[in-house]
RNA sequence: GGCUCCAUCGUCUAAUGGCAGGACACCUGAGUUUCGAUCAGGCAAUGCGGGUUCGAUUCCCGCUGGAGUCACCA
């Protein structure tokens, strides 16, 4: 192949999860080799040993792949826990490039040259005593003076070369031309460029991406579940006393953490992920996602992670929004990319999300949602539960929630009334649109209850279509709106004034169902009455 | 603190030496049996101070502010 052809790669350590900054490097650097027909590799930096682990390396291949990210080379996923290794520059993991004894003769040459020397058991590189200038593809030219440039170990005492010396051998000895990377690295360059040097080596073209925060300034890690579950938890304990604390601890320990782990994450002693996990089950609430594992989990779709995340730092120079990978791969530019930091919006993900939702064909809606359900730790049941109710009911809800779901497992959420016990619909009286809608006016909703309930047991054959006809017409009749049937109907079906609509609602539950709870809504309304 | 990078609505961003545009969020209205769905409208920004210029958000300098980095982590 000729000397021009375009070689990027993407070059993670496999510390953790794959965190949404490394995917948009990832991704940036996929839509850079793709546009000009070039290689894109994957290179797993695994010279930290005591942080890497081979878990890690397996759930970055994961989620490259789930978000359409392909590597031309590099360890691939094959099946089960079964890695292998696709190109010719291999092996493309660190650790074993080690064991091969590449490294070794790099040394030896520093070492020769006079640009290496012993270090308390390490070996250290020596600046050139001259000042070094990068010409960055986004950023312009950054100088460093010779004065700022310090030694700096390349080989740890236990052997291993460092970040710097292994990622400028690897680059060189895999044809890596382009380096596209997080701002973060800008100030390592000049040490990666004087190696290259010292080496005689080409040096690639760099482009230092911005980096990413959250809303509020501070930096996106795994911290920052802990941080949100230790702040709820604080305010859920708060006035609360020995009481409290102890309802606390004894429902954590339902979910398997201890009190003592807990004792010390309240203390800001631990950011145990799995407590914060579990204040988020015990609270009922969804922890912030950080990792591309996180998003999937929450019912995000991969292509509408990946357009948002495209949109931070790039833009394709005109209103344009909404577009796919290829559409990035084939527009994107060094030219577009910002020099300025950006904030990671989940609130504007989530509607990104709900309208890449929208625009899916409802069955094809429908079957992803089933999928991400029997694949989620959360939902897995939710899928057999809605089978339960009939053979078309996932069809049904598809359509209802697909327009108003943002992910798919908010529309769980939204639609596990339909799965509660019929015995379990309550509504709250305290709600303002439930006061509005059915107690504020309690014996009339009692009687409009009793008249569906009378209609609806007595229909020849059950509708949802039927009903709605029924009470279109009787509310036209007695000149009243629709609402003042509907809306009673609706919470007695539901506990909630925001369902879809009243027939497909019906249709899903059926006549038993929908009978049975009327007849709680009843009761319910009856007792209220009576005690007020 | 030294060095490096950065600076447009609350957030993501567009523009250009010449009317500061779009998206998310928010507010209002319409419609809807309800709505977090839909439609229409609205609010909202060039950090501060100098200079160059007929004209500066844009170019230059200073200040302020933010970020990154200063490991035998990557």
């Known amino acids: 192949m000729s000397d021009s052809q375009v070689v990027t790669r993407f070059a993670p350590s496999p510390t953790g999860a794959l965190h949404v900054g490394g995917a948009r490097t990832a991704l940036f650097n996929w839509a850079y080799a793709r546009q000009h027909g070039g290689k894109f590799i994957l290179r797993i930096e695994d010279t930290d040993r005591a942080r890497s682990t081979e878990e890690a390396m397996r759930g970055m291949l994961e989620d490259l792949a789930?978000?359409?990210?392909d590597w031309d080379e590099g360890p691939s996923l094959v099946t089960g826990d079964l890695?292998?290794?696709?190109?010719?520059?291999?092996?493309y993991c660190q650790s074993a490039r080690l064991e091969s004894g590449i490294y070794q003769k790099y040394f030896d040459q520093l070492v020769e040259a006079g640009?290496?020397?012993?270090?308390?058991g390490a070996l250290r590189f020596r600046m050139p005593g001259t000042a070094i200038t990068v010409a960055d593809e986004i950023l312009g030219q950054v100088t460093v003076e010779a004065e700022q440039l310090e030694d700096f170990v390349i080989r740890k005492a236990d052997g291993f070369p460092t970040y710097h010396m292994a990622v400028v051998v690897d680059d060189e000895l895999m044809g890596v031309n382009v380096v596209i990377r997080g701002q973060e690295h800008l100030n390592n360059t000049s040490k990666h460029v004087a190696i290259q040097e010292a080496l005689g080596f080409e040096r690639p073209r760099y482009a230092h991406i911005p980096l990413i925060f959250n809303v509020d300034g501070s930096k996106m890690s795994k911290r920052d579940k802990a941080k949100a579950a230790r702040r709820w938890m604080e305010e859920w304990l708060k006035d609360g006393g020995e009481e409290r604390w102890a309802e606390a601890v004894a429902g954590l320990e339902g979910v398997d953490v201890g009190r003592e782990d807990f004792d010390g994450f309240m203390g800001k002693e631990n950011d145990s992920p799995s407590v914060a996990e579990g204040i988020g089950v015990f609270l009922g609430k969804a922890l912030p996602e950080v990792d591309v594992a996180d998003f999937k989990e929450s019912g995000y779709l991969a292509a509408a992670l990946c357009n948002y995340l495209s949109l931070l730092g790039w833009n394709p120079g005109d209103?344009?929004?909404?577009?796919?990978?290829?559409f990035l791969a084939e527009k994107f530019s060094f030219e577009r990319v910002n020099k300025s930091a950006a904030k990671f919006d989940r609130v504007k993900l989530a509607s990104f999300n709900g309208d890449a939702l929208k625009e899916?064909?409802?069955?094809?809606?429908?079957?992803q949602w089933r999928e991400w359900c029997e694949s989620s730790g959360q939902y897995s049941k939710f899928a057999e539960d809605v089978d339960k109710l009939g053979a078309q009911s996932f069809g049904l809800l598809g359509e209802a929630y697909k327009e108003r779901a943002k992910t798919f497992g908010e529309a769980c959420e939204m639609a596990g009334f339909f799965l509660a016990d019929d015995g379990?619909?309550?509504f709250d009286a305290g709600q303002k649109q439930i006061r509005k809608n059915l107690t504020n006016q309690a014996e009339a909703s009692v009687g409009v209850l009793e008249e569906l309930k009378a209609f609806i047991g007595g229909m020849e054959v059950f509708s949802g279509e039927g009903v709605h006809v029924w009470i279109k017409a009787t509310a036209e009749e007695r000149e009243v709106n629709m609402g003042k049937f509907a809306q009673p109907l609706r919470i007695a079906l539901s506990g909630t004034t925001v369902t879809p609509p009243i027939d497909l609602t019906l249709d899903v539950l059926g006549r038993e169902k929908v009978l049975a709870r009327i007849e709680g809504c009843l009761g319910q309304l009856k007792s209220l009455e009576g005690v007020g």
Do not use: H, M, Q
């Open 66 to 69: 789930w978000l359409g990210i």
């Open 319 to 326: 209103d344009l929004e909404k577009f796919d990978n290829a």
């Open 424 to 426: 379990g619909i309550e």
């Open 83 to 91: 890695v292998a290794e696709e190109g010719d520059n291999g092996p």
């Open 360 to 367: 899916l064909p409802p069955e094809v809606f429908a079957t």
């Open 115 to 120: 640009r290496a020397y012993e270090d308390d």
